[in-house]
């Protein structure tokens, strides 16, 4: 069965220092893979993505992410964590298939906690 | 453009209440999405529309019956609810092909008495 794992519920990290917040996938071939942050009483807001190529991608507010084809992971990190950061995090995956609307799987979400 | 815009923000409906949620997007996306979020959880897909048609109903109760008029506009209809159906309700948009990401509407934030 497709899964995606986020292993921690919470992740508390002090502003400035560098934060990572995990993911695990367990999906048939060589998916597609995104991170979306939510806001409360917001939508999910697009942060990046993995299609294929270099395994660190850069996206919005200076977020990035380390894909690792071994360790079906896609980890997001950012260098210096802000208090605005704080929000719950969500990894999906979409499977490679030619369907133009193909399900996403998500994660059960990390809440990242940045305290001053 | 570039946003999804959902009405109402929020809705207070009774059991035997009809009511209908909006969303709209102007990005030329032709796949829209209905999820239901549980507080803390990821969402749930629940429609797909893929060129006005609906692609994939993931066997959501009738009291959900969701419309698409135009490639602008998903509605979702609400008949019947029950308590346990209050939530937030996005919408999600998503130009056509697999790679690409899933643009979110603010959602409306449901409460069924």
């Known amino acids: 069965a497709q899964s995606v794992a986020q292993p921690e519920d919470q992740v508390n990290v002090a502003e400035g220092n560098p934060l990572t917040v995990k993911c695990t996938y367990s999906v048939s071939g060589n998916p597609y893979l995104f991170w979306y942050v939510q806001y409360p009483n917001r939508g999910l807001q697009f942060l990046l993505k993995y299609i294929t190529g270099d395994n660190l991608v850069k996206g919005s507010y200076g977020f990035e992410a380390e894909f690792n084809k071994s360790q079906t992971s896609f980890h997001l990190k950012k260098p210096s964590a802000l208090v605005s950061d704080s929000a719950l995090y969500f990894c999906?995956?979409?499977?490679?298939?030619?369907?133009?609307?193909?399900?996403?799987?998500f994660g059960q979400g990390t809440t990242l906690q940045v305290k001053p | 453009d570039t946003e999804v815009t959902q009405t109402p923000k929020h809705l207070v409906m009774g059991m035997t209440n009809k009511k209908s949620l909006k969303c709209e997007q102007h990005m030329g996306h032709r796949a829209m999405y209905w999820y239901k979020q549980k507080a803390k959880k990821p969402p749930e897909l629940m429609f797909v529309y893929s060129y006005e048609k609906l692609s994939i109903n993931e066997s959501v109760p009738s009291r959900f019956s969701p419309e698409c008029p135009n490639s602008s506009l998903l509605n979702l209809h609400l008949h019947a609810l029950q308590p346990e159906d209050s939530a937030l309700y996005l919408c999600?948009?998503?130009?056509?092909?697999?790679?690409?990401?899933?643009?979110f509407g603010p959602g409306t934030r449901l409460t069924v008495l």
């Open positions: 999600a948009s998503q130009i056509g092909g697999s790679p690409n990401e899933q643009f």
């Open positions: 999906a995956v979409r499977e490679r298939v030619p369907s133009n609307t193909g399900k996403l799987i």
